[in-house]
């Protein structure tokens, strides 16, 4: 088997424990806080994950690409003359 690194808090490394059963494993404890303080990033690490374990386990084949890489040229927006549809679609609900 080639070796992995298992990284997270002791609990998270914990609930794998059936998978190393008779295995030898090395733990070395890390003097770091286990999460940042800063939950938007806390957030963005525990969705990492999710999406790490939803390719490592078959549940999905490829997870779908953000919008923002999407960008397209012919996407632009359109110079339209007269009043924004914002406006008329207000205008007439009133």
Sequence with gaps: MEPKTIEGTWEQVARRAPEFVGRRVRLTVLDEPSTPTDPASQEKRAEDAFKRHLLASGLVAQLPVAPDALEDEDDAP???PG???SETILRERR
């Design 83 to 85: 009043e924004p549809v």
């Design 78 to 80: 359109i110079a339209v």
